[in-house]
C-alpha cells in the first residue's frame, strides 16, 4: 500500500501535512534523542510549526522530555531533548514457523519485556494449528493480566515464513504446508483477539526493525537482508520503503532456481536456493551422509566443534559454498549498498564466514563488490522485535493515521 499516494495525487489539507509531520517526528525519535530545534532543523519546518506538534505529542504521552544538553557558545536556554515514550502502548508480538511458536508483549519501542514460546505442528487444517496457538496466546495474556491491567495493547504483530500479502494479511503461500494457500491470518486472529493485526513474512519484518535501527536512508539507497534459519527469507528496502511487489510477494529469493540438478526442495522444485543455503536443508544432507536419520541441528553444531570431519566437510565444501553463492546472486541483482546475513553464528564462526566472502566475491562484478556485509545473529529476541516493528511501521505511516481520521 503507498503511503503518499494521498498526499501526492490528491487534495493536501492542513491536517494532512500535521499528519505527515508528526509521523515524522516520531519515526526521528524511535532512532535516538532530538531537541526540538534540530528536529525542526532535519525536517524543515518553523520553529512554531514544531512546537505546536510537540505539545500535543507530550500530550497524548507519546514522547517525554528527557532532559537538557549543553548550551551552544554563544550562550542561550540549554536545549530540552525529546525521545520516544516506551511506555505509551504495548505491543503484542507473535512469530511462527514449522515448528515453533514465539509470543511476546513488548514496549513502544519493540523490547519484549515477557515472552514465552512453545512447539507447534502445522496441520494440513490451518485452524487447527490457529486454535493451538490462540489458546496458548489468551493463557499468556491471561498470566500477565496485572501487567497488562496497567497498559494498553497497540497492536498485534504477526511475522511468519512465506509469501504474505501484508495489505490484506493473508498467507497466499509457505513452504512449511505446501496445502495452506490464501490463508486469512489478519481475519482469523483479529476476530479471536479482538484487536488491530498486522501480519507479514519474517525477512520484511526484520527490514522494519532495520528502517528503525538504521539512521536515515537517503532516497535512493537500498539495503537488503538474508535470514537463513529452516528456511530462508530475503527482502530489500529502497530509501525508507520496503520492495513489496504486485500481491506484496516480492523478493521471493529462496525458491529461486540455483542450481538445476540439485535436491528437491521442500516447495516441490529442485535446486532453489533455499534447497542449498538453509538449516533444513543443512540437516538433510548432513542425515544423507552420515545414515543418522536423527541428525538434529545441535548435533550438527557440536560436530562440527568436535572437528568431525564427515561434518566440518560438509559444512564448508558445500553449505558455506551456497551460501556464499546465494549471497552473491542476490547482491547482483539487487545492488545494495548494505547486505545483512542473520544466521546463527554458533555455528557460522568466524573461520566459516570467512569462507562465505570467499565463495561470495568470486563473481562479483565491479559495483557489486562494494556492498558492505554484515554478519547478524538471528533468534527468539530478532523476531519478537521484528514483530513489534512491524506495528510501529504501520501505525507510523500516513495511511493508518488518514483512515483513522476518517473513523
Same mark, same amino acid.
Given at each position: 500500500?503507498?503511503?503518499?499516494?494521498?498526499?501526492?495525487?490528491?487534495?493536501?489539507?492542513?491536517?494532512?501535512?500535521?499528519?505527515?509531520?508528526?509521523?515524522?517526528?516520531?519515526?526521528?525519535?524511535?532512532?535516538?534523542?532530538?531537541?526540538?530545534?534540530?528536529?525542526?532543523?532535519?525536517?524543515?519546518?518553523?520553529?512554531?510549526?514544531?512546537?505546536?506538534?510537540?505539545?500535543?505529542?507530550?500530550?497524548?504521552?507519546?514522547?517525554?522530555?528527557?532532559?537538557?544538553?549543553?548550551?551552544?557558545?554563544?550562550?542561550?536556554?540549554?536545549?530540552?531533548? *525529546?525521545?520516544?515514550?516506551?511506555?505509551?502502548?504495548?505491543?503484542?508480538?507473535?512469530?511462527?514457523?514449522?515448528?515453533?511458536?514465539?509470543?511476546?508483549?513488548?514496549?513502544?519501542?519493540?523490547?519484549?519485556?515477557?515472552?514465552?514460546?512453545?512447539?507447534?505442528?502445522?496441520?494440513?487444517?490451518?485452524?487447527?494449528?490457529?486454535?493451538?496457538?490462540?489458546?496458548?496466546?489468551?493463557?499468556?495474556?491471561?498470566?500477565?493480566?496485572?501487567? *497488562?491491567?496497567?497498559?494498553?495493547?497497540?497492536?498485534?504483530?504477526?511475522?511468519?515464513?512465506?509469501?504474505?500479502?501484508?495489505?490484506?494479511?493473508?498467507?497466499?503461500?509457505?513452504?512449511?504446508?505446501?496445502?495452506?494457500?490464501?490463508?486469512?491470518?489478519?481475519?482469523?486472529?483479529?476476530?479471536?483477539?479482538?484487536?488491530?493485526?498486522?501480519?507479514?513474512?519474517?525477512?520484511?519484518?526484520?527490514?522494519?526493525?532495520?528502517?528503525?535501527?538504521?539512521?536515515?536512508?537517503?532516497?535512493?539507497?537500498?539495503?537488503?537482508?538474508?535470514?537463513?534459519?529452516?528456511? *530462508?527469507?530475503?527482502?530489500?528496502?529502497?530509501?525508507?520503503?520496503?520492495?513489496?511487489?504486485?500481491?506484496?510477494?516480492?523478493?521471493?529469493?529462496?525458491?529461486?532456481?540455483?542450481?538445476?540438478?540439485?535436491?528437491?526442495?521442500?516447495?516441490?522444485?529442485?535446486?532453489?536456493?533455499?534447497?542449498?543455503?538453509?538449516?533444513?536443508?543443512?540437516?538433510?544432507?548432513?542425515?544423507?551422509?552420515?545414515?543418522?536419520?536423527?541428525?538434529?541441528?545441535?548435533?550438527?553444531?557440536?560436530?562440527?566443534?568436535?572437528?568431525?570431519?564427515?561434518?566440518?566437510?560438509?559444512?564448508?565444501?558445500?553449505?558455506?559454498?551456497?551460501?556464499?553463492?546465494?549471497?552473491?546472486?542476490?547482491?547482483?541483482?539487487?545492488?545494495?549498498?548494505?547486505?545483512?546475513?542473520?544466521?546463527?553464528?554458533?555455528?557460522?564462526?568466524?573461520?566459516?564466514?570467512?569462507?562465505?566472502?570467499?565463495?561470495?566475491?568470486?563473481?562479483?562484478?565491479?559495483?557489486?563488490?562494494?556492498?558492505?556485509?554484515?554478519?547478524?545473529?538471528?533468534?527468539?529476541?530478532?523476531?519478537?522485535?521484528?514483530?513489534?516493528?512491524?506495528?510501529?511501521?504501520?501505525?507510523?505511516?500516513?495511511?493508518?493515521?488518514?483512515?483513522?481520521?476518517?473513523?
Amino acid at each position: 500500500m503507498n503511503e503518499l499516494t494521498r498526499l501526492e495525487g490528491g487534495l493536501v489539507t492542513k491536517n494532512d501535512i500535521k499528519i505527515r509531520n508528526t509521523i515524522s517526528i516520531l519515526r526521528l525519535l524511535l532512532k535516538k534523542e532530538y531537541s526540538r530545534v534540530e528536529l525542526a532543523s532535519v525536517l524543515g519546518l518553523s520553529k512554531a510549526g514544531i512546537s505546536g506538534i510537540i505539545s500535543d505529542l507530550l500530550e497524548q504521552k507519546l514522547i517525554v522530555e528527557t532532559g537538557r544538553g549543553i548550551s551552544r557558545e554563544t550562550g542561550g536556554k540549554k536545549p530540552i531533548f *525529546l525521545s520516544m515514550n516506551k511506555d505509551a502502548f504495548t505491543i503484542m508480538s507473535i512469530h511462527f514457523d514449522h515448528k515453533r511458536c514465539l509470543l511476546a508483549l513488548s514496549d513502544f519501542l519493540g523490547k519484549p519485556i515477557q515472552w514465552t514460546w512453545f512447539p507447534i505442528v502445522v496441520h494440513d487444517d490451518y485452524t487447527k494449528t490457529f486454535d493451538y496457538i490462540l489458546e496458548n496466546v489468551q493463557e499468556f495474556l491471561h498470566t500477565h493480566k496485572d501487567f *497488562l491491567d496497567a497498559t494498553q495493547i497497540l497492536a498485534c504483530g504477526i511475522s511468519l515464513k512465506g509469501l504474505v500479502d501484508s495489505d490484506t494479511g493473508i498467507l497466499r503461500f509457505t513452504s512449511a504446508n505446501r496445502n495452506w494457500t490464501n490463508i486469512p491470518i489478519k481475519d482469523y486472529f483479529s476476530r479471536v483477539l479482538d484487536m488491530e493485526i498486522f501480519v507479514d513474512n519474517d525477512a520484511r519484518s526484520i527490514m522494519c526493525l532495520d528502517l528503525f535501527s538504521s539512521q536515515q536512508n537517503k532516497p535512493d539507497d537500498v539495503n537488503a537482508c538474508m535470514c537463513i534459519e529452516e528456511g *530462508l527469507g530475503s527482502s530489500v528496502t529502497v530509501g525508507n520503503r520496503i520492495i513489496r511487489g504486485a500481491y506484496s510477494c516480492a523478493v521471493n529469493y529462496a525458491h529461486s532456481l540455483i542450481d538445476p540438478n540439485g535436491p528437491v526442495c521442500i516447495c516441490g522444485k529442485r535446486g532453489c536456493v533455499e534447497a542449498h543455503c538453509s538449516i533444513d536443508a543443512l540437516i538433510r544432507k548432513s542425515q544423507n551422509l552420515t545414515g543418522d536419520a536423527s541428525m538434529t541441528y545441535e548435533k550438527i553444531v557440536q560436530l562440527y566443534h568436535k572437528n568431525d570431519s564427515l561434518i566440518s566437510r560438509l559444512i564448508e565444501d558445500d553449505f558455506c559454498k551456497w551460501i556464499g553463492t546465494a549471497m552473491g546472486n542476490f547482491t547482483q541483482i539487487f545492488n545494495p549498498s548494505i547486505l545483512t546475513v542473520y544466521i546463527d553464528q554458533q555455528l557460522l564462526d568466524e573461520p566459516l564466514r570467512r569462507l562465505v566472502m570467499r565463495h561470495y566475491k568470486e563473481n562479483l562484478n565491479t559495483i557489486a563488490s562494494q556492498c558492505e556485509v554484515k554478519f547478524r545473529q538471528n533468534g527468539k529476541e530478532l523476531h519478537l522485535r521484528a514483530a513489534a516493528a512491524l506495528v510501529l511501521n504501520n501505525y507510523l505511516s500516513t495511511t493508518y493515521h488518514m483512515t483513522l481520521g476518517k473513523r
